[in-house]
């Protein structure tokens, strides 16, 4: 059970030092363009490391979205980064769950998702696993609620798809954290991945805003009991730059038992 956090992405490695991580998860461009990613100077000693290694998406890519000048372009993104990822060694690539909008059927959503990773097989595949991250709000996201959650599995999972459990989302998403990881998998089969965070916002307030543990509205055990229960390694993405998170891997190290 490994421990880490979302760093800065110039120096990821030293981040990791810095803080006592096992893991690192970073963007490798601008979250909120759809730029292609680059070749990493170091990306030899990324896949020599070790430390893991976890990709997040950017933030803008929604593969749900029934608008073709987004859809299109994220699917793209989606391929380009799974394979940018892959050149450095990552585990996993985490992306958001998506929405269709206010109005939207959540059905099509469902039915892009499966579009996107049948393009992505056109293309030559998927080189690491894509992991789907539960979201906080939207009253159409494909994510927030596990009921939704099925459904999009069952659109997605016989290509592999995989899970990335966030608890501040799935607190303010309104899903209890006691028995998350059960109905999870009961959903889904695995989780991948657990993003470790505590939520500033109250219980299915929809906010996504992650706190320190302890510091918000989530009692730490149930965050503890999570990844205690999934075996899964968890990613802290909290405020508070190096101290902040060292002390929330800290934590998390004490109490899981790692």
């Known amino acids: 059970m490994r421990i ?8 990821p490695l030293a981040e990791a030092a810095a803080r006592g991580a096992e893991a690192v998860q970073f963007f490798l461009t601008d979250p909120q363009g759809y730029k292609t990613p680059q070749p990493r100077e170091d990306a ?14 950017p933030y803008i890519i929604n593969v749900a979205s029934p608008n073709n000048r987004i859809r299109i372009p994220s699917r793209k993104l989606l391929v380009a980064h799974a394979r940018a990822a892959a050149e450095i060694g990552a585990k996993g690539l985490i992306v958001h769950g998506g929405h269709v909008g206010a109005g939207a059927d ?4 469902f039915l892009n998702w499966k579009k996107a990773f049948e393009y992505a097989e056109s293309e030559g595949g998927l080189p690491i696993p894509v992991l789907i991250e539960n979201t906080a709000g939207g009253d159409n996201a494909c994510a927030r609620r596990f009921d939704d959650l099925a459904r999009l599995w069952d659109a997605v999972g016989s290509f592999g798809a995989g899970f990335c459990l966030d608890t501040c989302h799935a607190f303010a998403g309104g899903e209890d954290l006691t028995g998350i990881v059960d109905r999870v998998k009961a959903i889904t089969g ?3 991945l657990i993003h470790a965070n505590d939520s500033k916002g109250g219980f299915d307030s929809g906010q996504d805003r992650h706190d320190n543990l302890g510091s918000g509205k989530i009692d730490p055990e149930l965050v503890v009991a999570a990844i205690r229960a999934s075996g899964a ?11 902040g998170q060292a002390a929330d891997i800290a934590l998390l190290r004490e109490r899981a038992g790692t």
């Open 44 to 57: 030899a000693a990324l896949r020599a490391a070790e430390v893991d290694i976890y990709i997040h998406a």
């Open 106 to 109: 959540l059905s099509a959503g």
């Open 233 to 243: 390694p968890a990613i802290v993405e909290t405020p508070g730059g190096v101290a």
């Open 4 to 11: 880490g956090a979302h760093v800065d992405p110039a120096e």
């Open 190 to 192: 695995r989780i991948d």
